[in-house]
């Protein structure tokens, strides 16, 4: 008489965009056998979330728990496939039975997102390091979207450009002027005396300059023989440490160019409505891919606000004929909606949320700041980052 063999409870997670309702429809359990291999298992779970860019890589962890390393076991990647159902390719990091990573019949598996090269982050893996990809090496800090907002300002000097400078600066990094002070290697304790330097605007108030690049520093400070010292920063942070000093009433940027004052009571305002700087700054990447997009879009707490054309209590999401493809306008802040339309209500929403009224309306998509820089979601992408886990691999 044959003994059945063993079954095992699987149960799978991945990285996802959290929804409203707080449900989870992509998590997943199935039932294998006890003698399955790890190379059965990962090519019967497939791809966790497909992209429509049809570039992709995840890492199958087990379970939550890296207190004892990073404990991959293989790294799945999504091929090309145009027209065809999304493919993927299984690189195996580990060989261990599925059996010996079950607790109690109970296996648990977590898919994480880990955009990169499939072969540094497979190499990585080896290692037992997840791969994060490298910071630039000696690209100094630069922000061309706040400096071609200050030119055209510079060029016509209307309230609409002075909010685009603003909803900019909202974006990549500024420099601070950081003159005077002293920055020992690590060794050392890194720094040693941090000086932030402010200005008198022409009111005479206190002003802080903030810069789009060192070069821009230097232009400011071209009187100064010793040169200047720079401290780069997130540009929000910039703004949230301008706002956090009282007698600061002005800030200005690149003071050397154009002599664009913002108002601290405009910068309070623009921070208090909240922001979504993950997505914000991943729209600035020139390679950004929509795993990137998904990345930032899950970041948790994050939020969008959504146009309104409707009027009084009557509601109506601004969706836009974009070349006959009707699109939800979303934006990253308060100040990217009102640069976009300052006549426009908006409404602010979780990511989440955001993404579920797509569905709702119908919309063929999503587009993300149209001031630009922006992105396109597609609806199916909408449906495939919020969806159930057919939806997600169909």
């Known amino acids: 008489m044959s003994v059945p063999s063993p079954r095992l409870r699987v149960r799978v997670d991945r990285d996802a965009v959290a929804r409203d309702d707080g449900r989870r429809p992509w998590q ?12 059965d298992l990962v090519e019967l779970l497939g791809l966790p979330l497909a992209f429509t860019d049809d570039r992709g890589v995840w890492a199958l962890m087990r379970g939550h728990d890296t207190e004892d390393g990073v404990h991959i076991l293989a790294v799945v990647e999504q091929v090309a496939a145009p027209g065809r159902p999304p493919r993927w390719a299984v690189h195996m990091v580990s060989h261990v039975p599925p059996a010996q990573l079950a607790d109690d019949g109970v296996v648990d598996l977590h898919f994480r997102s880990l955009p990169g090269p499939p072969r540094e982050v497979v190499a990585a893996a080896h290692r037992g390091d997840s791969y994060s990809r490298p910071a630039p090496d000696g690209e100094p800090a630069d922000n061309p979207a706040v400096r071609t907002a200050l030119a055209t300002y510079a060029a016509d000097q209307t309230p609409e450009n002075a909010l685009d400078v603003l909803r900019q600066a909202f974006g990549g990094q500024l420099v601070l002027d950081a003159t005077g002070s002293t920055f020992g290697d690590e060794a050392r304790g890194g720094v040693t005396r941090l000086v932030i330097n402010f200005i008198r605007a022409p009111d005479g108030s206190k002003a802080l300059p903030a810069f789009t690049a060192h070069d821009e520093l230097v232009k400011f400070r071209e009187e100064d023989e010793e040169g200047p010292r720079s401290l780069v920063q997130p540009a929000d942070r910039v703004l949230a ?32 409505a909240g922001h979504n700087a993950a997505v914000k700054n ?21 939020i969008l606000f959504v146009g309104d054309r409707g009027q009084g209590d009557d509601i109506q999401p601004l969706v836009v004929d974009t070349g006959g493809s009707e699109k939800l306008l979303a934006f990253t802040s308060a100040v990217e909606a009102a640069a976009w339309d300052r006549t426009m209500r908006f409404h602010r929403l979780s990511v989440g949320g955001a993404l579920e009224l797509v569905l709702e309306l119908g919309a063929q998509g999503l587009l993300l700041n149209p001031g630009g820089p922006s992105a396109n979601v597609s ?16």
């Open 241 to 272: 440490f301008f706002v956090r000093d009282p007698e600061a009433r002005w800030l200005y940027i690149d003071p050397a160019g154009p002599p664009l004052g913002i108002r601290r009571d405009q910068v309070e305002f623009a921070l208090q």
């Open 282 to 302: 991943a729209l600035t990447r020139p390679d950004l891919t929509m795993q990137d997009l998904f990345d930032a879009l899950r970041a948790p707490g994050g």
């Open 379 to 394: 609806a199916l992408q909408v449906r495939r980052f919020l969806g159930t886990w057919r939806e997600a691999t169909a």
């Open 28 to 39: 997943r359990e199935l039932t294998v056998d006890g003698e399955a291999t790890l190379v």
